[in-house]
């Protein structure tokens, strides 16, 4: 299977220009290294009617191609259940009844790493299992045999992170991020994988995972995110942070695209200008603050 790199949104609205920043960089990333650069999107959860689309346009006007179709984790659900059909047989699987209030109170004890589910559901008795069905739906959690799990990152060297049991499949049926990207990324043969860096943390669970599924783990690069002038990740509250609003203040995009590929030290232009520029080493590690200035009037 050819390797690849990706960039996979959530269809939750139009991307701004941190998430366009980190799809230019997934792209440089792929292709200075001869992969494909698929693009999947992660509709699981908060899909908006329409927005797939708008980000699809976006990509595509500022520069970023893709390989092949569009994957949806919408349709791939039968690969999702038979990878958790395989945690189940190895007994690597239980069922969680906490409420999300629950584990807020349970995971501040003292033996709870922090950020940890503490394990409330993991060795409930057949009778206590059966009354806990009785009265809410299950979740599914991972038995983890590690309390933590190292990667190594190309911006970030090596990073040891939290493991805990983590869910694999909510309580209303709906499989969990974590389980649904690490089955994605080996079945497209994804080896490489760009992000936002407060992706970090989860890193650790989802190679660990992989590790279990005898699945290959990736080579992560997780970059810094664009913020605004408190330091917060950018959002769409910060004002015109899409192409779509830039555009109505009077920035093109090839305006935008400039500005994007300054922020990592690269020449304007277009993305294949960059590419023979891009080095990953040269990469900053701090955040970028996003400025924007409207074109002013004649």
């Not at 990706?6 to 997934?26: K, Q, W």
């Not at 038979?82 to 995971?107: D, V």
């Not at 860096?197 to 590790?211: E, F, H, I, K, N």
């Not at 917060?232 to 590929?261: F, Q």
Request: hydrophobic share 40%; proline share 6%.
């Amino acid at each position: 299977m050819t390797s690849a790199g990706r960039f996979a949104p959530s269809p939750s609205g139009e991307l701004h220009v941190g998430n366009l920043r980190t799809a230019i960089l997934a792209w440089l990333f792929a292709r200075s290294t001869g992969r494909k650069f698929l693009l999947r999107v992660e509709d699981l959860d908060r899909a908006r009617a329409g927005a797939e689309t708008e980000q699809l346009r976006d990509l595509a006007a500022i520069g970023v191609t893709w390989d092949g179709g569009v994957v949806r984790q919408t349709a791939r659900g039968p690969l999702y259940e038979e990878a958790i059909a395989r945690l189940e047989q190895s007994g690597l699987t239980y069922e969680c009844f906490c409420t999300r209030r629950e584990i807020q109170e349970a995971a501040s004890a003292p033996h709870a790493p922090q950020g940890a589910y503490p394990g409330t559901c993991r060795n409930l008795g057949r009778a206590e299992l059966e009354f806990k069905r009785s009265i809410r739906p299950s979740a599914l959690r991972l038995r983890a045999g590690v309390a933590e799990f190292t990667v190594q990152d190309v911006l970030h060297g090596e990073f040891t992170g939290v493991v805990d049991d983590f869910v694999l499949r909510r309580n209303d049926g709906v499989t969990a991020y974590n389980l649904a990207v690490v089955v994605d990324d080996a079945e497209q043969g994804i080896d490489q994988v760009v992000r936002g860096d407060d992706l970090l943390p989860s890193t650790p669970r989802q190679a660990y995972l992989a590790s279990l599924l005898n699945m290959p783990i990736p080579e992560y690069a997780h970059v810094p995110l664009v913020v605004n002038h408190d330091g917060a990740r950018l959002a769409k509250r910060d004002g015109a942070v899409t192409l779509r609003d830039l555009a109505k203040a009077g920035i093109p995009v090839e305006e935008v695209r400039s500005r994007l590929l300054a922020s990592v030290a690269l020449p304007g232009g277009s993305l294949e200008q960059a590419l023979a520029a891009f080095d990953p080493r040269r990469l900053p590690r701090e955040p970028w603050v996003w400025t924007f200035k409207a074109a002013s009037t004649p």
